[in-house]
Nanobody, 124 residues
Framework: EVQLVESGGGSVQAGGSLRLSCAVS????????MGWFRQAPGKEREGVAT???????TYADSVKGRFTVSQDNAKNTLYLQMNSLKPEDTAMYYC??????????????????WGQGTQVTVSS
């Protein structure tokens, strides 16, 4: 059974940075297309960034140039570096793994495994 555990969330002022981590166990991260999603209260879960086994990345327009997705296969860990954070980035952030290909446009239904989420709060 694949398990994903996020960490690194917290509270930060606008303009600050955070790095989220997602530790994967139960299988090799390179077998999956990995993604980060977020969900704010009252809103739908939206794709933030993805990275596949070829290292190809996709980003939501709202985070391009500010967020960077990466993965360390040796550590079996996915990362999301978030810079220049804005109050509108406030949400619960989830990592997810898809057995088949994925992009930020794939939608949550594309992903087979999910973490429990980590809260990011950005104050103005």
């Amino acid at each position: 059974e694949v398990q994903l555990v996020e960490s690194g969330g917290g509270s930060v002022q606008a303009g600050g940075s955070l790095r989220l981590s997602c530790a994967v166990s139960g299988n090799t991260i390179s077998r999956y297309c990995m993604g980060w999603f977020r969900q704010a209260p009252g809103k739908e879960r939206e794709g933030v960034a993805t990275i596949n086994w070829l290292g190809s990345m996709t980003y939501a327009d709202s985070v391009k140039g500010r967020f960077t997705v990466s993965q360390d296969n040796a550590k079996n860990t996915l990362y999301l570096q978030m810079n220049s954070l804005k109050p509108e980035d406030t949400a619960m952030y989830y990592c997810a793994a898809a057995v088949f290909g994925c992009t930020v446009a794939s939608g949550p239904q594309r992903f087979n495994y999910w973490g429990q989420g980590t809260q990011v709060t950005v104050s103005s």
